[in-house]
């Protein structure tokens, strides 16, 4: 499968937890920090969940 990389944009403050424990099992925990995952069905919906406060990077 095709990998895409992740980037968190926007603060978790103030994000409910269910969005802050999507940030944390997609890996990311910092601002601007980027994290390469696998382009699965399960990752897709997790980045759709956030989306607010992710950006994909080319």
Do not use: C, F, W, Y
């Not at 980037?7 to 978790?12: A, F, G, L, P, T």
């Not at 997609?26 to 980045?47: D, F, I, Y």
């Amino acid at each position: 499968m095709s990998t895409i990389k992740i980037k968190q944009v926007k603060s978790r403050i103030g994000a409910p937890a269910n969005q802050k424990r999507t940030l944390d099992t997609l890996g990311l925990r910092k601002l601007n920090q980027v994290v390469e995952r696998e382009a699965t069905p399960s990752v897709l919906g997790m980045v759709e969940k956030v989306r607010h406060l992710v950006t994909i990077v080319k």
